[in-house]
């Protein structure tokens, strides 16, 4: 809770909307943590269900079987699932489950000369047209802004037509 609140959140006002399960991933096998996630998602019926960084946790065959496990429960609930890993995309690591999910999103650092900065880009997006650029992602003033590089396809272009800024904002306090 203290890190939702140093991120500037009224944890008090999101509580009936949030619920924060803190464990560590290294009590479980894959199938025991995939027997609490399924209790938790029957249990408490989440619209959204966020897990963090599993992938460090099992080996690669271990986690690419817990993850496929977790998104095919959250299809037959209903719940919109998201799963973040370590591991780079970019290098097509973790692909594999592609093939199950409606979206791939990679975030990651550009790391050249003395300068680092945050990349974002849409591998997929099922039934939807999307722009696969990679494109510069900046967090200022408590938003997430999204620095379009190219002109091309989807949301991107329409948003570039309507706008005469080269940039996005997504707010990161949909609930203030």
């Known amino acids: 809770m203290s890190l939702?609140?140093?991120l500037g959140f009224n944890y008090e006002k999101l509580s009936d909307n949030l619920k924060i399960i803190s464990m560590s991933p290294r009590l479980f096998t894959e199938g025991a943590l995939y027997f609490y996630m399924e209790k938790l998602v029957k249990n408490l019926k989440p619209e959204r269900l966020i897990v963090d960084s599993l992938a460090r946790h099992y080996d690669e065959e271990e986690f690419l079987e817990l993850a496929r496990s977790l998104i095919l429960l959250c299809k037959k609930h209903g719940v919109t699932c998201l799963l973040t890993s370590l591991e780079d995309l970019m290098k097509g690591?973790?692909?594999?489950?592609?093939?199950?999910?409606d979206n791939?999103?990679?975030i990651w650092f550009n790391c050249s000369g003395n300068e680092v900065k945050r990349m974002i880009t849409v591998f997929k997006e099922r039934m939807s047209t999307h722009d696969p650029h990679k494109h510069t992602l900046h967090?200022?003033?408590r938003e997430v802004v999204i620095r379009w590089a190219y002109n091309w396809g989807g949301l991107g272009l329409k948003w570039w037509r309507r706008s005469s800024k080269p940039w996005r904002r997504f707010s990161a306090h949909p609930f203030q």
């Not at 690591?93 to 093939?99: D, F, P």
Request: proline share 0%; no cysteine.
């Open 93 to 101: 690591e973790e692909l594999t489950i592609s093939t199950a999910v």
């Open 139 to 141: 967090i200022e003033k």
């Open 104 to 106: 791939t999103v990679s």
């Open 4 to 6: 939702v609140k140093s």
